[in-house]
Each structure stands twice: as structure tokens, then as C-alpha cells.
């Protein structure tokens, strides 16, 4: 017989298997919706598009700006255009905290986490709202300076204005792609081409990466096109586009429904087969030295393939470190449930902005962290709007040994909440940027937290006397190496002396956007004479920063290599 007719069985066979994954996962309409078939495809004129700017901001993780100020803020990115089409740094754009990789050098830098899939690299996101759920068509993006940052764009399923809350939340990808360098700062309108979602939605997020930027994106306005019912497209051959065939798997991969990840988390049924082939060979370290470079969804696919590798799969040592971030639309009390047996030795845990909209429970973090937490050194909770009083008493009851927890941008803690951790006395690092801490809780944490290195009070606008909590830290927290700062209001010539006093190894220090600190006082002369070891000092927009106190940096702290004097217009030439 011909070689060629074995080939055209397996090709059938194979086209066979495709029809039939596609009868599983797709009604006929839902067939007929999918991507365009060939290049000519449109969608039939049964709908009058919607054009809708974003009417609220509803979250985000960071913002330049104050909280108490529209300048600089991601608020600027309801309503219509203030900027565009022109372009240059205005106050009335949206800009994100950071910019470059500069960030990533400084003394506060993070460890990364391992095992991350590399297609995820979103660094910030915010959240936008329309009036009128809609099944998107387009989404324009009006950047206005050093436009780039933006890697990925979400749809949700869930209507914020909708008095019922679902009972699933749903998640999908229109449009993800690598952070890439674009040649110039010029405004533009950035328009991804989207793929359709079979759900109508009013609710947006945008998430960017802003490594490859020379500064601070600044984004205007978000341009929500639509159609009330869902559009179908003409079809004019029968030919499948072979990109289609590989769909289920890359929804399953990248996508962001919570059923398909807590199914590989639950299943245990495994195949039989007589012996593990090579790997009956190989020594059980080698092994799991293999299988610790795979993704957490790899991890539990592998582990449907027969009872050696379920067994490596499962092992706990392989979730010392977990970072459950590029996960977020998928992780929920199932999922952590899941992953409890899993978990029992683990030291890293990233959960940040996981649970938001109900998806993780209170009782169901403290489930988890009731089988987990005892190992736990670092956790990682930036965003997590689940998190209250009750989980930060949790998180200090039971994570005894816990040195880092970042609860960045967790603002519906209460306020008395956070005087709880004071409990943790081994703490070297805590991230409190935009929160709701207030002065009381925040002594009694610098009192009985002594071993502090890296804090971070950016943007706490519920404390009264910075000049108190700088004369604590001089008393209380010697090991502070870095300190955060950032858009604190009242912080005087009083507070950065006890400061610089106390805490004589600080190498790395935020004073931007503090307009009560002035250079006539001698304060920043006084902070290059009394700490040497600086490395990272930011001085953003205080006018008053003079050549004399440059030259004093210059002259004492050798070491300095981050040096922020934007925004400063008080330089002179002595006469």
C-alpha cells in the first residue's frame, strides 16, 4: 500500500478530532462567532454600535498622584478626553508610580518570584466602568505621553451597577501582548485589534508594564465600542481557521475562567499505565529539580499523567515559593482549598489582587492560612480588597514567623485594623502604601516592630503627625535600611533630624511631593552630613532644594546613585 494513504487516515482522524472538540465547547451560533474565518469577514449590520467614554474609576494599584487631588490621578481617566490630541506632561492624565527598571535596583527592592509564566508581566492595572454593558468591538486608548505601557486589556462579566451580583464572575482577555519600546514620547490612540467574548460587559481593566518607558506614561481617556446583542459573523466558506483548533487550549492556558484551573487542582483520577518509563530512573531530587521550573497549571496537568509524577506534583517542597498573581481572575476559595495539602511548608505567598468581588472569603483565607501560615516568611497582599480586621488578627495569630507582608493598596482595611500587626515583632519589611493606618496603630507597630528594614508610608493621608512617627523610628527601628515617604504632608525639619539621628543605615529614602520640608532649615544639609550610606533619595517637587544642598550630597554620601530632583526650579549660581 502507498505511503501516502496511512498519512490521509491520520489526517482525517486528526480533522475528526478537531469537529468533535468543537462540538463539545461550542454551539452552533457560538461556532459561527468565533474568530473571522478568512480576511474579508465582517460582522452583519444587526447592531447600532455604542461609543461610550469610561463613567467611573472603580480600582486600581497605584497612581502618581495625591489621594486628595485630581492631579496625577487614574481618576483622570473618566469622562472624555482632557488632553488629547495633544501631547506633553499634564496633570489631568492618569500616570502609574513607576517607570523603567530602575525601580527594581534600589536598596526596597523585592526578590522576584520564581516560576512565573512568562506570559505575564503586568506591574499595575486600573479598573473602569461604562454605563452600558455592551459586547465590545473595540477599545481605543488615548495615550499622551510616552504611550507603550499597556500589555493586556479584560472584560468582566459582572455589572457594577448591577443591584443582583453574579454568581460567577468571569474574566476574559481581549487583548494581551509583550511590553514593547516605542520610538517617541508623541500622543497617539492605541487600537488592539480584541476578539470577541460571548458575554456583554461594562466593566474594563487595563494592566501595564512600564519597564521599557523613559518616564511616566501618561494615559487620558478609555474609548469603549460595542453593540448590545451579540454580533454574528457572515461566513463564506466552511474552511476552519487552524488557529481556532488550538482555542480550548490557549483559553485554558491564558484564559481567565475559574472552573478550568480548580479542575486541575482537584483532579486525582490518573491513568494506568505499567511502569513510568525512564523516569522510574531517574533520583526523586533530579526530578524535582525538573518539574521546579514549570508553572503552577503545568504543574497540575502533569500531575494527571500517572502516579509517579501526581506524587512529585503534589509534593509540598515544590510550593515553598507560590506566587498566585498571574492567577488572580481564577483563584477562589476552591482554589485555595485545592491547594491547602500542597502548601503545608510554604515560606513565599504572592495572593496579590486575587479575591477582589467576593472570590475569596474571609473564612476561606483563613482556612488556608490555618494549614499553611506557619512556615509563611513573606506574603504578599497588595490589592486585596477581601482582606479586613478579622484576616489581618489571622494572619498575626497564625503566621508567627512572618518578616514581609505588603499590603499596598488594601483600602478597605478599617483603620483600627492595622493594630494587629504590632503582634508580628519580627517584620523586616512592611509595605502600608495607600492605606487607612492611622497614627495610634502605626506607633505601636515601630514600637514593638524593631527589627524593621524597609517601610513604606507612601500616600498615608490618615496620619497626623509625621514628625512624631520620624522621632519613633529614630527611638525604636535602627535597622531601618529603607524608607518611604512619599506625598506625606507634614513632615517638618523637626522630624527629619530624629530621623537621620536614629536610623543612621538608611540607604534609601522618599521625601517627594513633602511641601512642609524646606532647605532654609538646613534639613537636607543635615541628611547628607548624617547619612553616608544613601543610595536612592528622593527630593520630587520641593522647591526649595538648592545648589548647596547638592553639593552636600555630593561631598558625603558617596554611594548615592538615584537621585530625584524632578520638578525643582530653586537652582542658582552664587554671585
Known amino acids: 500500500m502507498s505511503p501516502v494513504f496511512p498519512m490521509l487516515t491520520v489526517l482525517s482522524m486528526f480533522y475528526y478530532m478537531c469537529l468533535r472538540r468543537r462540538a463539545r465547547t461550542a454551539t452552533r451560533g457560538e461556532m459561527n462567532s468565533r474568530r473571522a474565518i478568512e480576511s474579508n469577514t465582517r460582522a452583519l449590520p444587526i447592531n447600532v454600535e455604542i461609543v461610550q467614554y469610561a463613567k467611573e474609576v472603580l480600582d486600581f494599584s497605584s497612581h502618581y498622584g495625591s489621594e486628595n487631588s485630581m492631579s496625577y490621578t487614574m481618576w483622570n481617566l473618566a469622562g472624555i478626553p482632557n488632553v488629547y490630541p495633544s501631547s506633553g506632561d499634564f496633570t489631568q492624565t492618569a500616570v502609574f508610580r513607576t517607570y523603567g527598571t530602575w525601580w527594581d535596583h534600589c536598596p526596597s527592592a523585592r526578590l522576584p518570584f520564581k516560576r512565573m509564566p512568562p506570559t505575564f508581566c503586568s506591574q499595575d492595572y486600573v479598573e473602569l466602568a461604562f454605563e452600558e454593558p455592551v459586547y465590545p468591538t473595540a477599545v481605543h486608548i488615548l495615550e499622551?505621553?510616552?504611550?507603550?505601557?499597556?500589555?493586556?486589556?479584560?472584560?468582566?462579566?459582572?455589572?457594577?451597577?448591577?443591584?443582583n451580583p453574579p454568581a460567577e464572575v468571569r474574566w476574559e482577555i481581549l487583548w494581551s501582548e509583550a511590553p514593547t519600546k516605542v520610538n517617541g514620547p508623541q500622543a497617539r490612540q492605541f487600537t488592539p485589534c480584541i476578539k470577541q467574548i460571548n458575554f456583554p460587559t461594562n466593566l474594563i481593566r487595563l494592566e501595564v508594564n512600564s519597564s521599557l518607558l523613559d518616564y511616566y506614561t501618561e494615559l487620558d481617556a478609555v474609548v469603549l465600542h460595542g453593540v448590545k446583542e451579540r454580533p454574528m459573523l457572515s461566513l463564506k466558506t466552511s474552511m476552519i481557521d487552524m488557529n481556532d483548533i488550538d482555542e480550548d487550549e490557549d483559553d485554558e492556558k491564558y484564559g481567565c475562567g475559574m472552573d478550568t484551573?480548580?479542575?486541575?487542582?482537584?483532579?486525582?483520577?490518573?491513568?494506568?499505565?505499567?511502569?513510568?518509563?525512564y523516569f522510574d530512573k531517574l533520583p526523586y531530587e533530579l526530578i524535582q529539580l525538573i518539574l521546579s521550573h514549570l508553572t503552577v497549571p503545568d504543574l497540575c496537568r502533569l500531575a494527571q499523567t500517572c502516579k509517579l509524577l501526581y506524587q512529585h506534583c503534589c509534593d509540598p517542597l515544590q510550593y515553598i515559593h507560590l506566587s498566585l498573581q498571574p492567577y488572580w481572575a481564577r483563584i477562589n476559595d476552591t482554589s485555595l482549598e485545592y491547594l491547602q495539602s500542597r502548601c503545608t511548608l510554604i515560606q513565599w505567598l504572592n495572593l496579590s489582587w486575587t479575591g477582589n468581588r467576593g472570590a475569596i472569603s474571609v473564612s476561606g483565607f483563613s482556612r488556608f492560612l490555618k494549614v499553611c501560615g506557619s512556615e509563611l516568611v513573606r506574603l504578599e497582599l497588595s490589592c486585596g480588597h477581601f482582606l479586613n480586621e478579622t484576616c489581618l488578627e489571622v494572619i498575626t495569630e497564625l503566621c508567627p514567623n512572618l518578616q514581609e507582608l505588603n499590603l499596598s493598596s488594601c483600602d478597605k482595611i478599617p483603620p483600627q485594623a492595622f493594630n494587629h500587626i504590632a503582634k508580628v515583632g519580627s517584620l523586616k519589611r512592611l509595605i502600608l502604601y495607600r492605606t487607612k493606618v492611622e497614627q495610634t496603630a502605626l506607633l505601636s507597630i515601630l514600637n514593638f516592630c524593631s527589627e524593621l528594614q524597609h517601610l513604606s508610608l507612601g500616600?498615608?493621608?490618615m496620619i497626623e503627625d509625621y514628625d512624631l512617627i520620624a522621632s519613633m523610628m529614630g527611638a525604636k527601628c535602627k535597622k531601618l535600611r529603607s524608607l518611604d515617604l512619599w506625598r506625606c504632608k507634614n513632615i517638618t525639619e523637626s522630624g527629619i533630624a530624629e530621623l537621620a539621628s536614629g536610623c543612621q543605615l538608611l540607604e534609601e529614602l522618599d521625601l517627594g511631593w513633602c511641601p512642609t520640608l524646606q532647605s532654609s532649615t538646613g534639613c537636607f544639609t543635615n541628611l547628607a552630613r548624617k547619612l553616608p550610606n544613601l543610595q536612592k533619595l528622593f527630593l520630587t517637587a520641593n522647591r526649595s532644594v538648592c545648589d548647596a544642598d547638592i553639593e552636600e550630597l555630593a561631598a558625603n554620601c558617596t554611594h548615592l546613585r538615584q537621585l530625584d530632583i524632578l520638578d525643582v526650579v530653586m537652582f542658582y549660581s552664587p554671585a
Open 459 to 461: 500616600s498615608c493621608v
Open 261 to 277: 484551573l480548580n479542575k486541575q487542582f482537584s483532579v486525582v483520577t490518573l491513568r494506568e499505565w505499567p511502569t513510568n518509563g
Open 144 to 163: 499622551t505621553y510616552h504611550p507603550g505601557a499597556v500589555v493586556r486589556i479584560l472584560a468582566c462579566s459582572a455589572n457594577p451597577y448591577s443591584q
